[in-house]
Structures are given as C-alpha cells and as structure tokens.
C-alpha cells in the first residue's frame, strides 16, 4: 500500500521560511511523479510544486517560482518542500501527491494524482 506522510508545518511570520517533508512508502515502482499542492479554506486544492522521481522535469505555480524549492532523497524516499519569503497568501493545508508514471504535469490538474497524504498546516500571519 502506497502512503505518503507530511510533516514540517507550522505557523510562522510573514518573511519566514519552513520546510516540508512527504516520507513514501510502499512505492511500486521507482517512476513516478509526485509533489505538493495546497488547498485553502474556501478555495480549490491548488498545485504548487512537482518534481518527477528522475528527476528530470520540476515545474513550480507562478506564485511561488524564486520562493519555493522542491526536492527529493530518492534513498529516503523522502520529498521536500522548501519555503522562504513566506506570505500570508500561503497560509493553506499543504498535501502531498504520487502517481506513478514516466513524465510530470498535472499542477492544475490534482485529480490526476492517485495517492495522497492527509497534509499538513501552513499559517502565515503576523
């Protein structure tokens, strides 16, 4: 069975920085595409980040290209979610997303992500 587990959350001030984690499990094989998106209260669940497990292809939202990195410990199996500059705006449930296949796309399309974690909070505010 395939899971993934967040952590990392937490709350911080605006300009700060917190990095997120996504350990794997059960991984039934080692081609996929993973990442994060988030989903705010009222809104929809939003990509932000993918990286495939080549590591050949990363592709960031706009709003977050310079701010956030994405990264991964193909040992560990373990995804990475690096923010700084962190703003109010991305103050949302952070979740962590697999599917296993041979190239990555899908940051506006979630439906298209299989497995999913249960996610972790991020609150921005001063």
């Known amino acids: 069975v395939v899971q993934l587990v967040e952590s990392g959350g937490g709350s911080v001030q605006p300009g700060g920085s917190l990095r997120l984690a996504c350990a794997a499990s059960?991984?039934?094989?080692?081609?996929?595409?993973w990442g994060w998106f988030r989903q705010a209260p009222g809104k929809e669940r939003e990509g932000v980040a993918l990286?495939?497990?080549?590591?050949?292809?990363?592709l960031y939202d706009d709003s977050v290209k310079g701010r956030f990195t994405i990264s991964q410990d193909s040992a560990k199996n373990t995804l990475y979610l690096q923010m700084i500059s962190l703003k109010p705006e991305d103050t949302a449930m952070y979740y962590c997303?697999?599917?296993?296949?041979?190239?990555?796309?899908?940051?506006?399309?979630?439906?298209?992500?299989?497995?999913w974690g249960q996610g972790t909070q991020v609150t921005v505010s001063s």
């Open positions: 059960g991984m039934i094989s080692s081609n996929y595409c």
């Open positions: 997303a697999a599917d296993f296949r041979s190239y990555c796309y899908g940051l506006s399309r979630p439906t298209d992500f299989q497995y």
């Open positions: 990286i495939h497990s080549s590591g050949s292809i990363t």
